[in-house]
């Protein structure tokens, strides 16, 4: 969205010395030492089942039958998130609940497998006693 209203403002007043995001979703920039007004409006979109949503590549989802219609509102009203510029989201996998289930995994797949060498071992066993 930045770079949209970039070209919007450079081919109405030149080009701008910055770009503002507002927590609502309101785009707005300065030229020179005038603050310019609101640009532009962001808007943010929720489902009732997110989960339902078809994952299509490169991080984007298309909406399905399972994830309902989507709820369009402005950034932090009526319980829509925020838009914080410049910032990163953060990543929502706790590292250490994943370690924890990627060792019971390994513990798992060790059991198995110990398992299958003791049938083995026992079978061979029984097979000697046969002769």
Do not use: C, W
């Given at each position: 969205?930045s770079?949209?209203?970039?070209r919007?403002?450079?081919?109405?007043?030149?080009?701008?010395?910055?770009?503002?995001?507002?927590?609502?979703g309101?785009?707005s920039?300065?030229?020179?030492?005038?603050?310019?007004?609101?640009?532009?409006?962001?808007e943010?979109?929720?489902f009732?089942?997110p989960?339902?949503m078809?994952?299509i590549?490169?991080?984007?989802f298309?909406?399905?039958?399972?994830?309902?219609e989507?709820?369009?509102?402005?950034?932090g009203?009526?319980?829509?998130?925020?838009?914080?510029?410049?910032?990163?989201e953060?990543?929502?996998v706790?590292?250490?609940?994943?370690?924890?289930?990627m060792?019971?995994a390994?513990?798992?797949y060790?059991l198995?497998s110990k398992a299958?060498?003791?049938?083995d071992?026992?079978?061979?066993?029984?097979?000697?006693?046969?002769?």
């Open positions: 969205m770079e949209d209203i970039q919007i403002v450079t081919a109405l007043v030149g080009a701008p010395i910055a770009i503002a995001l507002a927590y609502t309101g785009a920039f300065a030229v020179a030492v005038a603050l310019v007004g609101l640009v532009g409006q962001m943010l979109y929720r009732v089942n989960a339902g078809k994952a590549g490169e991080n984007l298309k909406v399905t039958n399972a994830s309902g989507a709820i369009g509102g402005r950034p009203l009526d319980g829509m998130g925020k838009t914080i510029h410049k910032f990163l953060k990543s929502n706790s590292v250490v609940q994943e370690m924890v289930s060792i019971t390994q513990r798992a060790e198995n299958i060498q003791t049938s071992t026992m079978l061979g066993i029984a097979n000697n006693l046969k002769r």
